[in-house]
């Protein structure tokens, strides 16, 4: 069962024939560097979701508009070189997912507008001055992952109502993935749970983690950082193996085999980091542009996994559910 469908590849821009002529037609062939976290795959949706409302706003690839793509695969390691690259490629926006993906491209380059689709913490690691006025080149959206890390342990905590001692798994090499897990024992404590930290810091540390608290808690929570996301169905799958339930931040993480997913909207974010991409590309100054806090959140939840953990979510939480996958 789905509550909630949205499937923008599936759009053409022949689909928004009203929207597309009611925008001024830009007048200049514009390039935009997307410098990815994750792979092709893991944010296929968002990009769509990106692209199609460029072509609302009168952006069309191959006409106006070119893209190029560039992947970090779940490590920070090539993100300077992409950022460079796309200095020499001469683009006119660079879009990047993540802190640390915004934070590579703004030390290469002071000139070129950077649009970050979402990061933790934009004022604290320097990203812009401030939310309002953001000054110099870069501007976007923030994540407030850190900020709903306990509304995710309330809901673990609706889902399983016996859970008293629960693992945090997170990347400690990512600062905003620490604020994130800093922000976890306190929310534990006030709802009388004890936490667990497992630090990793590459693919390889995930199982003997996730080995290490066998048998000494009831369930996983998974702080969102490019590692985490990467190895999704592996971080899922070794949770099932070991009847852990799992709460994450990002919504394809129930889709991989998780059981609850809660947070910022993505696809969402993608949509609004296209219209500042559009303000830039006609003129406007990413200093001038305030950040966005998000606007959308959602709960996704896995019956699949559910069932396989041998849970029965209680209906009031399958009721405020965006998306129900059976």
Aim: hydrophobic share 40%; aromatic share 6%.
């Amino acid at each position: 069962m789905r509550r909630r469908e949205v499937i923008p590849g599936l759009l053409s821009a022949a689909a928004w024939p009203s929207v597309a002529r009611a925008q001024p037609q830009p007048s200049k062939r514009a390039s935009i560097g997307y410098l990815g976290a994750q792979t092709a795959a893991a944010e296929h949706r968002w990009i769509t979701a990106f692209t199609t409302r460029l072509t609302e706003l009168g952006w069309r690839a191959g006409e106006n508009l070119a893209v190029e793509y560039r992947w970090g695969e779940g490590r920070d390691e090539p993100y300077a070189a992409i950022a460079a690259e796309f200095v020499r490629l001469k683009v006119d926006v660079i879009v990047t997912h993540g802190t640390r993906a915004a934070l590579a491209a703004k030390q290469t380059t002071s000139t070129i507008p950077i649009v970050f689709t979402t990061a933790g913490d934009p004022v604290g690691t320097g990203l812009v001055e401030s939310l309002a006025r953001p000054s110099g080149n870069v501007t976007g959206l923030s994540s407030q992952m850190g900020d709903t890390a306990a509304k995710r342990l309330e809901l673990l905590r609706e889902v399983v109502p016996s859970l008293r001692r629960v693992a945090v798994l997170g990347n400690v090499e990512n600062r905003i993935n620490l604020l994130e897990i800093s922000e976890v024992p306190a929310a534990a404590q006030r709802l009388g749970l004890e936490s667990i930290e497992l630090g990793i810091r590459r693919a390889e540390d995930i199982q003997p983690s996730v080995d290490s608290v066998k048998g000494r808690v009831e369930a996983l929570y998974v702080a969102t950082d490019p590692l985490t996301n990467s190895n999704s169905k592996r971080i899922s799958g070794l949770a099932l193996a070991e009847g852990l339930p799992t709460i994450f931040g990002v919504t394809f993480f129930a889709e991989a085999g998780g059981l609850v997913s809660y947070g910022v909207s993505f696809t969402d974010q993608y949509r609004r980091a296209a219209e500042y991409v559009d303000k830039i590309l006609r003129g406007e100054r990413p200093g001038d542009l305030p950040v966005s806090q998000p606007v959308k959140f959602e709960l996704i939840i896995n019956l699949k996994t559910a069932r396989a953990l041998g849970l029965t979510i209680p209906p009031t939480l399958l009721a405020r559910a965006d998306e129900v996958i059976e």
